[in-house]
Nanobody, 125 residues
Framework: VQLQASGGGLVQAGGSLRLSCVAS????????MGWFRQAPGKEREFVAG????????YYADSVKGRFTISRDKGKNTLYLQMNSLKPEDTADYYC???????????????????WGQGTQVTVSS
C-alpha cells in the first residue's frame, strides 16, 4: 500500500488549501480513510475521517465547519479542503488508511497501519 500526499504550502490566515492523497495497492472503496496532523513538539492528532462509501464524514472540533474531507473512488484519491485557515492549523498533514478501521476507531491514529509521507502546511498571521 502506498499513499502519496500533496498540496501543502504557505498561506496567509483566512486562506485556503486543498490536500490530496493518492492511494495504490489496496481496494480504495473498502477502506476508511483519515487525515491527521502533527505540529512541532506535539502529538499527532485527528483532523478528519471518511467512511468507505464516502457518505459519512467525521471532524475534529477544531476544524469543523472549515475543513471538508471527500474521496473520489474513480481516482483513488482522498481530499481535504481547508478553508479559513488559522495559524494554529500549521502542521505536517498525513493521510492514513487501513481496511480494518471502523467508524468507531476512525479518530485514533493507532488504528491505521498505512500512512502517507506528510505534506507541510504553514499558515502565517
Amino acid at each position: 500500500v502506498q499513499l502519496q500526499a500533496s498540496g501543502g504550502g504557505l498561506v496567509q490566515a483566512g486562506g485556503s488549501l486543498r490536500l490530496s492523497c493518492v492511494a495504490s495497492g489496496l481496494t480504495f472503496s473498502t477502506s476508511v480513510m483519515g487525515w491527521f496532523r502533527q505540529a512541532p513538539g506535539k502529538e499527532r492528532e485527528f483532523v478528519a475521517g471518511i467512511s468507505r462509501s464516502g457518505n459519512s464524514q467525521y471532524y475534529a472540533d477544531s476544524v469543523k465547519g472549515r475543513f471538508t474531507i471527500s474521496r473520489d473512488k474513480g481516482k483513488n484519491t482522498l481530499y481535504l479542503q481547508m478553508n479559513s485557515l488559522k495559524p494554529e492549523d500549521t502542521a505536517d498533514y498525513y493521510c492514513a488508511v487501513d481496511p480494518t478501521v471502523i467508524t468507531s476507531t476512525v479518530r485514533f491514529a493507532s488504528a491505521y497501519h498505512y500512512w502517507g509521507q506528510g505534506t507541510q502546511v504553514t499558515v502565517s498571521s
